[in-house]
């Protein structure tokens, strides 16, 4: 048998190598079928087959993957070291067996360097020097002293780093037991098509940043061309460690890819990938297109060929798979293989109209990861069934390795697969946190709420009070005798600790409060009180009875904070509203215009002195609420951040005479937010009880001098 590295004619070549093939063990065949499906252009070998006894030496640069076996020997030199520290600084994975090991195909050999591969990114060109290769009249830091005359000239075939420095049997390495799930955040594209959502270029990089802290390994910013803030966006470079990606349609029916203005806008723009979206529905194709399943094949291949050939990575998603699968499952195949087989990065498949059901995802991803490896295999579930995580975490178990979604479950019609409920799953959950890697930390999890709640406030929503894991009631308890048994564990009714997710435990005060609901929110609030205090069970009493006139202080954390500590004599008297006026009139304007108008005058009272101000709003409660924060003396600069973010009206009781309940949410410079509460037949008085309640409380909170 030849040595490696030298001279064989093709044919022989291929005798050999089908030889070998037939010979494997089942171990050996798995790997060949992943480095085959890989396409590994680019990857060198210091021995040419890598599988069987020729594994040693195995170096890949595309994976950063390295396999020595050098039977524990460590060969102290200046060219080791170097080829050590290149390694280190470059990201490269070494594994280091014994030579015996390697000799008899041991199966946890292979099967290691099979779950390493699986574990890196799929292999995209590196440059002359990130491969090793010297600069023209440099030596290369990889050099090796054996291997091809090829790699002893450009360093590509150099041995693997040596394990210690200092000599002596090399460390043993970890068998890697996690394969890498991959997670792309289209909140910035598909997002952008939820109903009232709209993202200017400055809301779309600060969304960028905080993906990008959070770790989405992509992040969809948008479609060049197809509006002036993406076309905007796109025309210069954004530094990001995710891979920012445009996404646009493959080159139309009857064109070529370089001549669609599309495909042109879409290579022009300033990203790392581009995302195709192709019809993978014959349905979609002959109804929606008008035209023949081997011209929507050729657009898909056409265009993918066109982005690497640009230097880019490309993703297809194959829009309508499930349901064309289910119509012609060849064609909805026939699309995805075509999309991988042309170099596409990742084939994603997507639940489009959001009526698949998981078991059928399962089952259906199952069979497309028998024609496109897994490993390069999305999912893109929309939520029309209310299922998009099910389905998304489903496709997971049939072997996808890509997730795509929203931050807040964001998209057109019901929205997204939501990504704030599937990456706490992901970290925190065994069956997947045992099996997966993904780019968000432990840390990043930890600021999941504030990513969330800083989205809805940018786009000016209100969050989702029962969203899972970051909602303000995802672990919020309302029974008492929940609460009793959370104060001894919380793991009575908890299945994660709030913690983890940048969320906290809520123990509610209602009328179906209990004694432990009291105390728990006592304390988070931290009002200092004896368990046995007397004062205790007059507060719960105060409040079931004022829940029965109507208050809920569930949700109105900031009243009972105030409400308990003046039945236990804490709260200060700042001020006092000795009288207010609100005047509705409805009248033409100096354009003839008819106008409605709200002014108010409120009359406080701060030690001795007495002020009167007057202010018009865009109704009664706006008008009062101006007024009243207009001049309080001596507190106006603690309350000078002071803002109101939301109010709620509730209706208790039918007719015109009915007992309202108002709920007014604010928030202040440190970006903190509280609910006050005011009941009242009269819904002005209502407002401004809920009003009176959250200047105090702000007061309450800076300190503010009695």
Request: proline share 4%; glycine share 8%.
């Amino acid at each position: 048998m030849p040595a490696p590295g030298t001279d064989e004619p093709s044919a022989a070549k291929s005798s050999r190598a089908r030889a070998l093939r037939e010979s494997m063990t089942d171990a050996e065949q798995k790997l060949w079928r992943l480095l085959r499906d890989r396409r590994l252009e680019g990857s060198k070998f210091r021995r040419q087959v890598p599988v069987g006894p020729y594994i040693a030496d195995f170096l890949s640069f595309q994976h950063r993957l390295v396999v020595e076996a050098d039977g524990g020997q460590h060969a102290e030199s200046a060219r080791d070291a170097v080829r050590d520290a290149y390694f280190a600084a470059n990201g490269f994975r070494v594994l280091r067996f014994w030579n015996n090991d390697i000799l008899f195909r041991t199966e946890s050999v292979l099967e290691a360097i099979y779950q390493a591969l699986l574990a890196t990114p799929h292999p995209r060109p590196l440059s002359r020097q990130g491969r090793g290769e010297a600069k023209r009249g440099q030596p290369s830091p990889l050099a090796g002293e054996g291997g091809s005359r090829r790699s002893r000239e450009t360093g590509e075939g150099a041995g693997a780093a040596k394990a210690d420095a200092r000599g002596g049997r090399g460390k043993e390495t970890k068998m890697p037991t996690k394969e890498r799930l991959y997670l792309f955040d289209t909140t910035l594209r598909d997002g952008a098509q939820t109903n009232g959502v709209d993202f200017t270029v400055a809301d779309k990089l600060r969304v960028l940043s905080l993906l990008d802290r959070l770790g989405m390994d992509y992040v969809e910013a948008g479609y060049p061309g197809a509006n002036p803030t993406d076309t905007q966006l796109f025309a210069q470079k954004h530094e990001a460690k995710a891979r920012v990606t445009a996404f646009g349609m493959t080159k139309r029916p009857g064109r070529s890819a370089s001549n669609d203005p599309g495909v042109a806008a879409l290579l022009a723009a300033h990203s790392d990938a581009i995302c195709f979206v192709a019809k993978s529905s014959a349905y979609q194709v002959r109804v929606a297109l008008e035209t023949t399943k081997e011209e929507n094949l050729a657009s898909i291949r056409e265009s993918v060929e066109a982005a690497i050939a640009a230097g880019r990575e490309a993703l297809v998603d194959c829009e309508h798979f499930f349901d064309g699968f289910k119509e012609d499952r060849d064609f909805a195949l026939a699309c995805a293989r075509t999309a991988y087989e042309a170099g596409a990065r990742w084939v994603v498949l997507c639940d489009t109209n959001g009526g698949t059901l998981p078991h059928e995802v399962e089952a259906i991803v199952a069979e497309v990861v028998k024609v496109v490896p897994g490993t390069n295999v999305g999912i893109h579930a929309h939520n029309d069934t209310e299922q998009a995580v099910a389905n998304s975490l489903a496709a997971v178990r049939a072997g996808a390795r890509q997730i795509q979604g929203t931050l807040n479950g964001l998209g057109e019609r019901c929205g997204n697969a939501n990504l704030c409920s599937l990456i706490p799953t992901l970290l925190l959950k065994k069956d997947y946190a045992a099996r997966f890697d993904i780019g968000v930390s432990e840390e990043a999890l930890g600021e999941l709420v504030h990513v969330s709640r800083t989205l809805d406030e940018m786009l000016n929503r209100a969050p989702d009070r029962h969203a899972p894991y970051v909602g303000e009631s995802a672990f919020a308890t309302k029974a008492g005798i929940h609460a009793s048994a959370i104060l001894k564990d919380p793991a009575t009714y908890e299945h994660v600790a709030p913690e983890k997710v940048g969320n906290r435990r809520r123990v509610m005060v209602s009328d179906q409060a209990g004694r432990s609901n009291v105390l728990s929110e006592l304390e988070r609030l931290g009002v200092q009180v004896d368990r046995k205090d007397p004062r205790i069970s007059r507060l719960l009493e105060e409040v079931k009875e004022r829940e029965a006139l109507g208050y809920s202080y569930e949700a109105a954390d900031a009243s009972f904070a105030l409400l308990a500590r003046r039945m236990l004599g804490s709260v200060p008297d700042y001020f006092a509203v000795e009288r207010f006026k609100v005047n509705v009139e409805r009248r033409y304007n100096a354009q003839g215009e008819l106008v409605t108008v709200a002014e108010a005058i409120v009359k406080v009272k701060v030690d001795d002195e007495t002020m009167i101000s007057a202010a018009e709003g865009n109704g009664p409660v706006n008008a009062l609420d101006v007024a009243l924060r207009k001049d309080l003396g001596k507190y106006q600069p603690f309350i000078s951040g002071l803002h109101l973010t939301d109010y709620r009206v509730r209706v208790l009781n039918g007719g015109t005479e009915a007992v309202t309940r108002v709920l007014i949410e604010s928030a202040d410079e440190t970006g903190d937010r509280w609910t006050t509460v005011g009941v009242s037949p009269n819904i002005i008085d209502a407002s401004f009880e809920a009003l009176l309640d959250s200047i105090t409380w702000k007061l309450l909170k800076e300190g503010a001098p009695a």
